[in-house]
């Protein structure tokens, strides 16, 4: 079994930075394709970065190209997503997740792993 835990989520002005990290235990991850996505209250959840099992591929969100950046360090099994510019239309609780494949993946249905969540807040 693999534990994946967010941290890093906080509040923030419009225009602000936050980085957010995924930790697992249980089990390492440079076997597998790791993705971040998001919710929204009564929304379905939301695609927002994918990375390959090495790092080299990496898949966004038009929404947040140029703005967020998905990396990993599978030394320290950890994955990491750093947001800048931050809009309030970026507020949701973001997730971590984890692929039993290699290949990055904008499929929410495609991930088996998933941590709890930590909450991302954007004011105006």
């Known amino acids: 079994q693999v534990q994946l835990v967010e941290s890093g989520g906080g509040l923030v002005q419009a225009g602000g930075s936050l980085r957010l990290f995924c930790v697992a235990s249980?089990?390492?991850?440079?076997?597998?394709?790791m993705g971040w996505f998001r919710q929204a209250p009564g929304n379905e959840r939301e695609f927002v970065a994918s990375?390959?099992?090495?790092?080299?591929?990496?898949y966004y969100t038009d929404s947040v190209k140029g703005r967020f950046t998905i990396s990993r360090d599978n030394a320290k099994n950890t994955v990491y997503l750093q947001m800048n510019n931050l809009e309030p239309e970026d507020t949701a609780v973001y997730y971590c997740?984890?692929?039993?494949?290699?290949?990055?993946?904008?499929?929410?249905?495609?991930?088996?792993?998933w941590g709890q969540g930590t909450q991302v807040t954007v004011s105006s």
């Open positions: 997740a984890a692929r039993w494949s290699g290949l990055p993946s904008r499929t929410t249905s495609e991930y088996t792993y």
């Open positions: 249980g089990r390492t991850l440079s076997s597998n394709a």
């Open positions: 990375i390959s099992k090495n790092g080299g591929t990496t």
